[in-house]
């Protein structure tokens, strides 16, 4: 739908009533949509209808593009934190199992995305989309039950002593798991 290009600070430098079909590059000068060449670090890219697709996927919310070199970029969805975990729990757990196992895994997963913005809150992006992180596909992997899970517990985080707790998991264990102090001191 009808999308606009942004600088961070807001600024539109460009916006169109038709989608956009890019390919975005990083160069010596800037980022480069197209034939065009902006002279900055990072853009945001937003649409009308809330969907930005990003080679084969597809996210709710707006991309930013940070540009490191002039070889290399990082694409980062920015989104609120209970869509954010709708892309997430599909896929790090099964939409089958019990709604009440999907919700204990929606309040881990808050917290652990919580934790890990409030540690990584002066880098570019507070999460990696793979199992160093959390796995995220963004909207296409939406599913009924984990949606249910997310809306069900919206907001609900873990703490002890008042404090949010950092809320490790695994998705596949290998069949046996180790002590923690082997793991963490």
């Known amino acids: 739908g009808p999308y606009r290009i942004k600088t961070t600070a807001g600024q539109i430098v460009a916006q169109a009533t038709l989608p956009l079909d890019s390919i975005v590059r990083p160069t010596v000068e ?7 060449v902006f002279g ?3 853009l945001v890219f937003e649409s009308d209808d809330h969907v930005v697709r990003a080679g084969k996927r597809q996210y709710v919310g707006t991309i930013r593009i940070v540009r490191h070199s002039e070889r290399a970029m990082t694409v980062v969805n920015d989104i609120e934190i209970e869509e954010y975990l709708k892309g997430v729990l599909p896929l790090e757990v099964s939409p089958a199992w019990p709604i009440e196992s999907l919700k204990a895994q929606a309040v881990v997963s808050r917290t652990f995305a919580i934790f890990k913005a409030i540690e990584k809150r002066n880098q570019d992006f507070v999460m990696s989309d793979t199992i160093l992180g959390q796995v995220y596909g963004g909207s296409l992997f939406h599913k009924a039950e984990t949606d249910r899970a997310v809306r069900e517990t919206e907001g609900q985080i873990l703490t002890f002593n008042n404090e949010i707790i950092s809320t490790y998991f695994h998705a596949a264990c290998g069949g046996q798991t180790a002590q923690p102090e082997k793991v963490w001191r």
């Open 40 to 42: 900055i670090q990072s």
């Open 30 to 36: 800037g980022i480069q949509v197209n034939d065009r």
